[in-house]
């Protein structure tokens, strides 16, 4: 049995705020495992996305799975490093059932990073084409305005991780 609790860590952020960055960081934790949801919907459903809606239809699918299987890794000692955004009320409320079928500590991480950091971020990291989704700046925006960042009422362990410079 560890001495530790597992952890979940939560990624709460804009887009192009450093999530994945941070994601992989924790993902070299010793017994830790990251999973990713930018991944697993390029993989399972790329062709199916091309709006916001279709975005809401495979992640409303990806977590019905992924909630279970995350909350058998906590109870088996494994720490998690969910990779999908905790942006949203809705979202975050997912999350806290997940935790509350396990007994793992969580972090939820919030990046604080300005709109224009992130979209100069988004434009470099849309040139590279090394990440599974390249959301134009307009999407970037519509997407913001959807952005509710957690109150300490929600009852999450938030750790800021706030960044002025690209």
Known sequence: MPLTSPTLHLMCGK?????STLTAKLGNLDGTVVISEDDWLSTLYSEEMSSI???????????????PHVAS???AGVSVVLDFQANTIEARNWMRGILA???AVHKLHVLVVPDEICIAR??????SGDHPFAPTEEQFLKLS????APSADEGFDIVRHVTNSA
């Not at 887009?15 to 999530?19: E, H, N, P, Q, R």
């Not at 988004?122 to 040139?127: D, E, K, P, S």
Request: proline residues 0%; glycine residues 6%.
């Open 15 to 19: 887009i192009a705020s450093g999530k």
């Open 145 to 148: 305005k959807h952005f509710v």
């Open 122 to 127: 988004l434009r470099i990291r849309n040139a």
């Open 73 to 75: 890794l906590l109870n």
């Open 53 to 67: 809606s279709d975005y809401m239809r495979c992640t409303s699918k990806l977590r019905k799975i992924v909630g």
């Open 101 to 103: 079928r396990t007994n």
